[in-house]
């Protein structure tokens, strides 16, 4: 699975050479407040752990969501005021320039929009740009199109050989168009000798299905939306695929990608097997037991795609506490700045605030960041802190990173990904999302003992959510990385109460145009989870341990 992981971050790679590292030299001091020798004391920091608050954090989030930072699209004026305001508060807490002499990573993208007036027509009816379907192009072109192209259901649209799974199996789909199914057979047989059983991996993931899809030559990719496996509704499908979609300027003008890619509903797609003389369900039911594709009869798909093509650059915040010892190791903490901007075709609210995804996370940056400066003495290592543009478009900024490290992945001891931090109050446990992957989860376990609380799994398993951050980027280079938060247990009554009332809210208004702060939100949870990340941060960089993968981690090098 890596290997083919691994092909899309070398093709970033491209893009551009080297890039300035950050300096070795550890004789200047950040501010007159941080000392180049000596140790910090436990009561030191224990001091700087208590110094990250709610109060503080809320402040940032207030400010990065609000509607006059327009929902923080790339390369928007939402992206020039985010930048702005992470460059004043790294500068005033004393944190250099991550990038040589800049607080900024170029990030070369270009903007694909398709045109809503797009029609999709199979079997002689016409489904809907945004109710029926979302379909779009990746190539950068102003226009690209299916012409009766024939459909083939691929199943889970999965190659591999490590599972002895291949839908593709004798199969040519070359100028056809393959219907998928999202998630992987683990999710629907719930048996945990396939795959991973109810825990995604990465061939459950739509990425990856799109990419599949393209090795194999096809001219289309229909992803089929269902809510319990996709673990996310169709509104998410709607307001996440539609208007610009950024990706990489790539020499090859993406022409490797399928001309068309995109989704339908269930309700469609039940239809469409219908018109086939397919039973959906049934068709579900032989595509879980094992490589499976079918013809779907004399269906063929026709659509024109009509994109306004837009180039541009974005660009990833970098900010370091330069380590008095080991300089050139980094401890590397992550978060998305971007969500999903504003949206001028809706009526009434058109900004996409994105207060917990991923304002909450980005504030977490300045705050844990703060603590470190408090410290009376810097680090032995280097702590740096990593702001990342188009994690909402396929983790572009992180992803481009990697390819192009600041840091070599050599010098990286650790990431630490923080994103949608919880709003909904303390938790006794602690959600590791991939836990197992490697030894931080003895760091965190340490951690969270200090704080009487316990460390849980992954609570949606089925959601693949260690491959859905900016942490899976850099793990895919060989850095371990660690991404969890506040888990399902609450911390007492009134916190049980008050996840009854807004969980329903919060998970409704995934990227949607309500995630925005309100006097609901406890964020007292998130503060305790910060402390963690802060607290691993600050044993790693006294210390000359090298956190490893586990020996059954797919990233282990």
């Known amino acids: ?242 208007g610009p979609q950024f990706s990489f300027q790539r020499d090859d003008l993406n022409k490797g990608r399928v001309a068309v890619e995109g989704w339908v509903n269930s309700t469609v797609a039940a239809e469409l097997f219908a018109k086939a003389g397919l039973d959906f ?31 541009s650059i974005s660009y990833n915040f970098i900010a370091t506490l330069p380590g008095q010892k080991q300089a050139d190791e980094h401890i590397l903490y992550s978060a998305h700045w971007d969500h999903l901007g504003t949206d001028l075709t809706k009526t009434g609210d058109q900004i996409y605030n994105g207060a917990r995804d991923n304002a909450t996370g980005t504030a977490a940056l300045i705050e844990v960041a703060e603590a470190f400066a408090k410290l009376p003495n810097r680090p032995e290592r280097s702590i740096t802190f990593l702001a990342v543009t188009a994690e909402e478009q396929g983790l572009l900024g992180s992803k481009f990173y990697a390819a192009n490290p600041v840091i070599p992945a050599a010098k990286t001891v650790a990431n630490i990904n923080m994103d949608a931090l919880n709003a909904n109050g303390k938790s006794k446990d602690v959600a590791v999302y991939g836990l197992g992957q490697s030894e931080l989860d003895n760091f965190l376990t340490k951690a969270a003992v200090k704080q009487n609380r316990i460390i849980s799994g992954d609570p949606r398993p089925a959601a693949g959510i260690y491959y859905r951050s900016d942490h899976f980027a850099f793990a895919n280079v060989g850095i371990p990385a660690l991404y969890a938060k506040g888990g399902s247990i609450p911390a007492d009554q009134a916190t049980a109460d008050l996840r009854a009332k807004l969980d329903p809210i919060l998970s409704k208004c995934y990227h949607g145009l309500c995630d925005e702060y309100t006097q609901d939100w406890d964020l007292t ?31 282990k090098r």
């Open 1 to 242: 699975m890596i290997k083919k992981i691994g092909l899309s971050l070398l093709s970033a790679a491209v893009l551009v050479g080297c890039v300035a590292t950050t300096s070795d030299d550890s004789s200047e001091g950040t501010s007159s407040k941080i000392s180049s020798s000596q140790s910090n004391s436990a009561q030191d920091i224990s001091a700087s752990y208590d110094s990250i608050n709610t109060a503080q954090l809320i402040e940032h989030v207030k400010v990065l969501s609000s509607d006059k930072f327009g929902g923080r699209a790339p390369s928007s004026e939402g992206e020039k005021l985010t930048l702005e305001y992470l460059t004043e508060q790294f500068t005033a807490i004393g944190f250099k320039p991550g990038n040589g002499d800049s607080f900024l990573q170029e990030v070369p993208l270009v903007s694909i929009e398709a045109s809503s007036d797009m029609t999709l027509s199979i079997g002689g009816k016409n489904y809907q740009h945004g109710t029926d379907m979302v379909m779009g192009s990746a190539r950068i072109s102003e226009l690209e199109q299916l012409k009766n192209s024939e459909l083939v259901f691929v199943g889970y649209g999965v190659n591999a050989p490590e599972y002895d799974w291949n839908d593709y199996k004798d199969l040519d789909v070359k100028g056809k168009t393959v219907v998928i199914l999202v998630n992987d057979p683990g999710f629907a047989t719930q048996d945990p000798d396939v795959f991973n059983g109810n825990a995604m991996t990465y061939y459950g993931r739509w990425t990856y299905k799109y990419e599949e899809a393209s090795r194999q030559g096809a001219e289309g990719a229909i992803i089929i939306h269902e809510t319990a496996p996709a673990s996310y509704g169709w509104s998410v499908v709607k307001n996440s695929w539609t």
């Open 281 to 311: 369900d049934q068709m579900k039911e032989r595509a879980a037991q094992g490589s499976f594709n079918v013809d779907m009869g004399d269906l063929d798909a026709s659509i024109t795609v009509k994109n306004t093509i837009k180039n």
């Open 525 to 555: 949870g998130a503060v305790e989870d910060m402390q963690l990340f802060f607290e691993i941060g600050v044993e790693l960089s006294e210390s000359d341990v090298w956190p490893q993968w586990s020996k059954t981690s797919e990233f």
